[in-house]
């Protein structure tokens, strides 16, 4: 959720490992939905980023244990201030071995959330609805828009001090 916190976070963490970021929409019931749409909370959709990536530079797990130290997929249809289903925590998986590997990785990295239960839904990849042209690279064109607070890259140690938990091994 909250896309354009995310697509910076990712592009400045992974650079040229990744390509191609759009932000869009996934998992909803609308097709092509509009932004204001989405927003109402009816469409089903989530906020979310697209990309690919070269898994010689960036491996898949790499991006996962990134994606749960950028925000806290602790908190149900929220980051932050903003609620609502499109703000959910989502891994939109392309394969059974993608899949998986979300599993795993919600399995290994729960015990830094403590009793904080990771709500991170696993979604098939269906289709993917590209974002208004306005909201792509949403925080370069607009360097004084809102980004959402709860988008940094944190250290295990300090997810686990905040929460309660345990570093992940």
């Known amino acids: 959720g909250c896309f354009w916190g995310v697509e910076r976070s990712f592009v400045k963490k992974f650079g040229q490992a990744i390509s191609n970021p759009r932000v869009g929409y996934a998992g909803g019931v609308k097709a092509d939905p509009s932004y204001k749409e989405v927003c109402t909370g009816k469409t ?8 690919e ?11 996962l244990d990134f994606f749960f130290r950028m925000h806290d997929p602790t908190t149900l249809n929220r980051q932050g201030g903003d609620a609502g289903t499109q ?4 891994i939109f998986y392309h394969s059974e071995e993608q899949r998986l ?3 795993r990785a919600i399995v290994r990295f729960q015990p830094a959330f403590g009793k904080n239960k990771i709500s991170t839904t696993l979604e098939p990849a269906t ?8 909201h792509q690279d949403y925080l370069t064109k607009n ?7 709860t988008h940094f890259e ?16």
């Open 87 to 90: 703000y959910r925590s989502a």
């Open 154 to 169: 944190r250290t295990w140690q300090k997810i686990a001090a905040q929460f309660g938990g345990s570093v992940p091994e």
């Open 143 to 149: 360097p004084n828009g809102y980004e959402c607070p």
């Open 53 to 63: 990536f070269d898994p010689a530079a960036a491996s898949y797990d790499t991006i």
């Open 44 to 51: 089903q959709h989530a906020e979310v980023l697209q990309f």
């Open 101 to 103: 590997a979300a599993e």
């Open 127 to 134: 289709k993917f609805w590209d974002g208004e042209e306005y």
